[in-house]
């Protein structure tokens, strides 16, 4: 049975989705969302605790779509993976959750005394991820490192410019070339 917090966290979500956490008041929110900003404070206890409620929440859906992905019959390289999670990422049920989970990361860096708690596991949560989905040959925390700072680099772009297709031949790209070197520590000596 959903409790009346998590039905809320949901609008908040949806609200958040749609209108971001630049200019975020509890008041205009609430107000949208059906309810007052005094409950969201009874159930949340603060502005920043609904922040990171949310920044929590968010980590957890966009793993377990993840998780939905990698069901389908596995990518048998690295290559279809990257492109498998980049084609999750930038379609329309996944853009506007991911654009909002950037959001909430770069308000969290800006506030460390309040969320730092949240920044570390949730990096290497995704790192974990990454070094899971790869196949073996390839599962490296470093190489997963490269692979998250690539998507997140080409993501910004993409969410600053639109531009899908550019974006999209620029991931393609690293695919090509990252292949193409086997990770630090994991190269195959030659024989003499």
Same mark, same amino acid.
């Given at each position: 049975?959903?409790?009346?917090?998590?039905? %809320?966290?949901?609008?908040?979500?949806?609200?958040?989705?749609?209108?971001?956490?630049?200019?975020?008041?509890?008041?205009? *929110?609430?107000?949208?969302?059906?309810? @007052?900003?005094? *409950?969201?404070?009874?159930?949340?206890? @603060?502005?920043?605790?609904?922040?990171?409620?949310?920044?929590?929440?968010?980590?957890?859906?966009?793993?377990?779509?993840?998780?939905?992905?990698?069901?389908?019959? !596995?990518?048998?390289?690295?290559?279809?993976?990257?492109? /498998?999670?980049?084609?999750?990422?930038? @379609?329309?049920?996944?853009?506007?959750?991911?654009?909002?989970?950037?959001?909430?990361?770069?308000?969290?860096?800006?506030? !460390?005394?309040?969320?730092?708690?949240?920044?570390?596991?949730?990096?290497? /949560?995704?790192?974990?991820?990454?070094?899971?989905? %790869? !196949?073996?040959?390839?599962?490296?925390?470093?190489?997963?490192?490269?692979?998250?700072?690539?998507?997140?680099?080409?993501?910004?772009?993409?969410?600053?410019?639109?531009?899908?297709?550019?974006?999209?031949?620029?991931?393609?790209?690293?695919?090509?070339?990252?292949?193409?070197?086997? !990770?630090?520590?994991?190269?195959r000596r030659s024989s003499?």
């Amino acid at each position: 049975m959903e409790t009346r917090k998590q039905a %809320l966290l949901d609008q908040v979500i949806a609200y958040l989705v749609e209108h971001g956490v630049a200019d975020l008041s509890l008041r205009p *929110m609430a107000k949208q969302i059906g309810t @007052s900003a005094r *409950m969201l404070v009874f159930h949340f206890e @603060s502005k920043q605790q609904l922040i990171a409620d949310v920044f929590v929440e968010m980590q957890a859906r966009l793993r377990a779509s993840l998780a939905r992905l990698r069901l389908d019959p !596995p990518p048998r390289d690295a290559r279809s993976l990257l492109r /498998a999670f980049w084609d999750w990422a930038t @379609s329309p049920e996944n853009m506007g959750h991911l654009r909002l989970q950037y959001q909430l990361q770069v308000l969290a860096a800006h506030n !460390p005394d309040v969320y730092a708690r949240y920044l570390q596991p949730s990096a290497a /949560a995704w790192v974990e991820v990454v070094v899971a989905a %790869l !196949p073996p040959r390839d599962r490296d925390p470093v190489f997963a490192t490269l692979i998250i700072a690539v998507f997140d680099g080409l993501f910004l772009e993409l969410m600053s410019t639109g531009d899908l297709a550019r974006t999209g031949r620029a991931m393609d790209c690293f695919i090509a070339r990252a292949r193409k070197r086997r !990770p630090a520590g994991r190269r195959r000596r030659s024989s003499p």
